[in-house]
């Protein structure tokens, strides 16, 4: 999978960032789980204090209560010095003192209360405030008697509906009672502090009667002196306690600590009951109070998350740059790759073009030379033609007249000649291949080569026993040696041998493969080789170039070896040169060894038109030829020979000539011509008329008559342009064989 650029950093950021969180959270909790604990674990110690205080504070009004009950009547001097002994000071922190107030149910009988007990010295006791109610208290004795509770001695607390409250309460029910939050008669300073006060009522012989109820001990207490010290520990030092009496509200409060309770955070309110009325107990907590906690882990693990995250994350980053990096050189190389490709696909594109035009060049320069040769050859023969015919014209000596058309047909003869030639070299010469004997072949030359070479030459044949027959031209194949012989002997001037040499071969061995066009096989080997002055390497490369000759203007036309190649290679052969300067040319013909069956094919006889095989008038020929004067001349040579002849100039024309003449016995027909062809002709006489002889001429073989430049089997052709000898011969023969 690929993502994009970045994305896997992010990812791993992110990822990182949520574990952290998600454990500091979890430890986070735990955190604040293990300080609720704490918190309540405070609040409980706190609501016990209190109770623990509160308790304290009652014990110490119980065994006050219990002197009065013992002994019935105490005196001030008693009380005293009972007070005194408890040091007040020292073991009861905020209890501002301990009374003793009377209770009467007329204010006559409270103030005989008051009068019998006597005021202390320099004070007189008189009841306060004054005013008509239903019962009177007055405190009759406090200690220890200082300043503010001298303020106090005479009060009757009846007459204020709180402590009035509390008092009734307590002497209903003989049980100690708590009053409500007051403001105590000691407050004479001028910072005053919310207090309140314990009452146990007196039961002296354990009755309770209303009658003689004597009335209550009690404690004046200020909230913030009592519960101050209470939360002032290490413990309570981010927590703020604050004491109401009932609910919690600012009129009700009774104590409240110094240290501020934080905006948002744990609090929790407790109630208690305390001599008969509910006290609530808030605890809050204050700021650092969660970072007081000893454990607290999430901060860090959640710093240390955060960096390991970040760096997890720049690590990613890195790699990815460093892997961006690679692929972005993978990518700048591809793309230079790609760049060189083109350039050398543009080389090679160029490169082809410029051997295209090259070998456009080649070709144009050797049709040049070509057609500037034929031209050349052409003009000399054909000035010799004109120019006889010409003189012939004007001319009434009929010896001269002779001489000239004899050099007139010279002339021609060496054109037809040339044109063969041509034909042979462009391998489109018509071959009228046999099987022949080479040895055979080679031995029947021997006198017109020694007439070729002349007597400065020695010639050696050396012909190989059981030599292989081929099926090749014979006429072609002995032409192919003259050439090779006349080559031979231009090259040696001043005399040396000719050796005519045949053989079996057999290529796949030694040949095939080296050369691309050599296929392997079994071929018959004839060499022509000289020891004349042999060929330059710049020489032998040109030598198969038509019209290439070392020779002066006249002596060669350098059609030689060209048409010696034409042959070979349209007989299915190979053609190898051997030469050396000043030691000699070998030039080697191999051809395909034949392995069929023996044929006779009658040479082409030659003689005067007397002697020519002739004809009968009642044998009818029909002549078809499309060019006038090409078919004029066939139609009178062959009226010469003896035959009857009816002409046609195409197709058509012949197949009714046919049928109007049913005793027809040959059709001679041209192959090449306009709408139907020589071809098309012959399918439709073999199937109309099977009983009529076909012979076949053209001036250019290739074409549907040749396979492979051989005639078919079935099919008789004779080349233009050909003898009357010729034409006999083969007129003969072609009527005369047996169906
Ligand atoms: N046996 C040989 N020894 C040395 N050079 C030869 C030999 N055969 C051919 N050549 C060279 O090759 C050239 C071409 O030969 P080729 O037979 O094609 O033409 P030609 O002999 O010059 O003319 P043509 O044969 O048409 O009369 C010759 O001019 C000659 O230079
Ligand atoms: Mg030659």
Known sequence: ?????????????????????????????????????????????????VEATYQLKLALLRGTAGLFNASGRVTGAEFRSFVERLR???????????????????????????????????????????????????????????????????????????????????RV????????????????????????????PLTPGGSIAASSFPGWVYTPLRGPDLFGPLFKGAEFEHVHVSIFDGEPRP????????????????????????????????????????????????????????????????????????????HDQVRRRTAQLNRSNARLREEIAARSQAEE???????????????????????????????????????????R???????????????????????????????????????????????????????????????????????????QLESAILNLAVNARDAMPDGGQLTIETANCDLASDHAGASPDIAAGQYVLIAIGDTGHGMAPDVQARVLEPFFTTKEVGKGTGLGLPQVFGFVKQSGGHLKIYSEVG????????????????????????????????????????????????????????????????????GAAALRCLHEHPGTRLVFTDVVMPEMDGVELAAAIREHYPEVRLLFTTGYARNAMTRDGRLKDEVELISKPFTIAQLAGKIRQVLDRTP
């Open 1 to 49: 999978m690929k993502l994009r650029p970045n994305v896997l950093p992010l990812l791993i950021l992110l990822l990182g960032l949520l574990l952290t969180v998600l454990t500091a959270w979890q430890l986070e909790r735990t955190d604040a789980e293990r300080s609720e604990a704490r918190f309540n674990a405070l609040a409980e110690r706190a609501r016990k204090s």
């Open 88 to 170: 007040l000071a020292q073991s009861y922190q905020g209890t501002l003192g301990i009374g003793f107030a009377a209770y009467a149910p007329t204010k006559r009988e409270i103030e005989a209360r008051i009068a019998e007990a006597g005021s202390p010295p320099g004070q007189t006791v008189r009841h306060w405030p004054e005013g008509e109610r239903d019962s009177y208290s007055a405190i009759l004795y406090i200690e220890p008697l200082n300043r503010r509770n001298r303020a106090a001695l005479g009060f009757d607390m009846m007459s204020e509906a709180t402590r009035r409250e509390a008092m009734l309460r307590s």
């Open 173 to 200: 029910n003989g049980q100690s009672a708590m009053s409500g939050r007051v403001l105590l008669v000691q407050e004479i300073e001028k910072f005053k502090q919310p207090g309140f006060l314990i009452y146990a």
């Open 251 to 326: 009129g009700n409060l009774l104590f409240a600590s110094p240290v501020p309770a934080a905006r948002q955070g744990q609090s929790r309110s407790q109630q208690l009951e305390l001599g008969g009325r509910k006290l609530t107990i808030r605890l809050a907590a204050a700021p650092g109070f969660q970072g007081s906690s000893p454990t607290r882990l999430w901060p860090f693990v959640l710093l240390a998350g955060t960096a390991i995250s970040l760096l997890a994350a720049a690590l990613a980053w890195q790699a990815e740059q460093v892997v961006g990096r690679v």
């Open 357 to 399: 035009q090259l070998f456009q060049a080649q070709k144009m320069e050797a049709v040049g030379q070509l057609t500037g040769g034929i031209a050349h050859d052409f003009n000399n023969m054909l000035a010799v033609v004109i120019g006889s015919l010409d003189f012939a014209r004007h001319t009434d000596d009929v010896a």
């Open 401 to 475: 007249l002779k001489r000239l058309i004899e050099q007139a047909l010279k002339g021609a003869t060496k054109a037809a000649e040339l044109t063969q030639r041509l034909l042979a070299f462009s391998r489109r010469q018509t071959l009228v291949p046999t099987v022949v004997d080479a040895n055979t072949l080679v031995a029947e030359m021997s006198e017109l080569l020694h007439r070729t070479i002349g007597g400065a030459i020695r010639l050696e044949t050396v012909l190989a026993g059981g030599l292989w027959r081929v099926f090749a031209d014979p006429a």
């Open 583 to 650: 030691r000699g040319t070998t030039v080697r013909i191999y051809l395909p060894r034949y392995r069929g069956p023996d044929a006779d094919v009658p040479a082409a006889s030659s003689g005067q038109l007397e002697t020519l095989p002739r004809g009968r008038p009642d044998e009818l020929i029909l002549a078809v030829e499309d060019e006038e004067h090409v078919r004029l001349m066939s139609v009178g040579a062959l009226r010469e020979l003896g035959y009857t002849v009816i002409h046609a100039s195409n």
